[in-house]
């Protein structure tokens, strides 16, 4: 994706001085500029259209950064995240408390403080015990075993197909919204319920990736970049990684 450039702008002004200035017979005649000109050319289309190309583009990009907030099951997520196909990596921050996640194929981890694994303990026997292995876990790579119902909770933010396509779905009637710019790049917004069902920001520069996400119902707002733009994914050394066992302690 590349930003608007100096020439592109001088011909539509060129090509809009012109149009003004054209004369029939004795009537002057003027025209807008048509914000499409010069685009991948998905302006055009019916929203619907838009929707499916933008999926597709996303499905198709070999990786992508998300970045914002997720409202879920009432709880606020704040993400940075970078993902592809075989894994990703960045943080999530809940109720005051930040934890790394890193998946490499099926291989989960995270990595919090002691306090983040201590949540919950009580003053009991059992409660010390879990402070006790909230210690060691704290600043560590913590290995999540497939079986842990942390599991899927945490893999989901990793996970590029899951968390895009659960994304990237506006409800009610979609319809066109206007033209937009993020990042320096021109856009289409298209939405659903007339805003009410979420609005998206859709590329007009190269391929027609999604740029911007207004989830329905005020359940957050995300910014996507770096499409197609790879990063390294590796297991962390043994001595930065707790195995816990079959199942962690309660989070």
């Known amino acids: 994706m590349t930003p608007i450039r100096q020439g592109r702008k001088h011909s539509a002004a060129l090509a809009s001085a012109m149009c003004v200035l054209a004369v029939t017979g004795t009537v002057l005649t003027g025209c807008a500029e048509d914000p499409n000109e010069g685009t991948n050319g998905v302006g055009r289309l019916p929203a619907e259209k838009i929707q499916a190309k933008t999926r597709a583009a996303a499905e198709s990009a070999g990786a992508v950064r998300v970045h914002g907030s997720v409202v879920s099951g009432g709880r606020t997520y704040a993400l940075d995240m970078r ?19 890193l998946r490499v194929g099926e291989q989960l981890f995270v990595k919090a403080d002691a306090e983040f694994w201590s949540h919950g303990a009580g003053q009991g026997e059992g409660g010390k015990a879990d402070a006790a292995a909230a210690s060691k876990l704290g600043g560590k790579f913590v290995k999540v075993p497939q079986g842990d119902p942390s599991y899927q909770k945490f893999s989901g ?17 979609l319809a066109t919204d206007g033209h ?11 939405s659903g319920g007339k805003g009410s069902g979420g609005t998206l920001e859709v590329s007009l520069e190269g391929k027609p990736y999604p740029l911007r996400l207004e989830r329905a119902g005020g359940a ?19 001595n930065e990684t707790v195995d816990y066992g079959r199942q962690l302690p309660t989070s």
């Not at 937009?180 to 298209?190: K, L, S, V």
């Not at 957050?220 to 043994?238: I, M, N, V």
């Open 157 to 173: 933010f990793t996970d590029k197909g899951v968390l895009l396509d659960g994304l990237l779905t506006l409800h009610g009637k």
């Open 220 to 238: 957050g707002t995300l910014t996507f970049s770096a499409w197609g733009q790879d990063f390294s994914l590796r297991e962390p050394e043994k």
């Open 83 to 101: 993902l592809k196909d075989d894994g990703g990596e960045g943080s999530v921050t809940t109720k005051g408390t930040t934890f790394r996640l």
């Open 180 to 190: 937009d710019e993020q990042a320096g790049i021109r856009t289409i917004r298209i």
